[in-house]
């Protein structure tokens, strides 16, 4: 559902910048679900000093390394 919300662009903020995106979910009863929120940035970033990054991970329920 997020991609195809992405794919329009008119739904992108135009300013270059970082921006809140806010997303929640309603089910076929119309009971709204928890509301998700992440910063995205538009627009590029200027590079001083950037790391490589070299791996990345994504957890269910709880971290089986931490």
Not at 30 to 57: C, M, R
């Amino acid at each position: 559902m997020i991609e195809d919300i992405l794919q329009d662009t008119s739904f992108i903020p135009c300013a270059n910048g970082f921006h809140t995106f806010t997303i929640r979910l309603k089910d076929s009863q119309g009971n709204w679900g928890q509301v998700f929120q992440n910063i995205v940035h538009t627009g590029s970033l200027p590079v001083t000093g950037a790391e490589t990054l070299t791996n990345g991970e994504y957890l269910w329920d709880n971290d089986p390394g931490g």
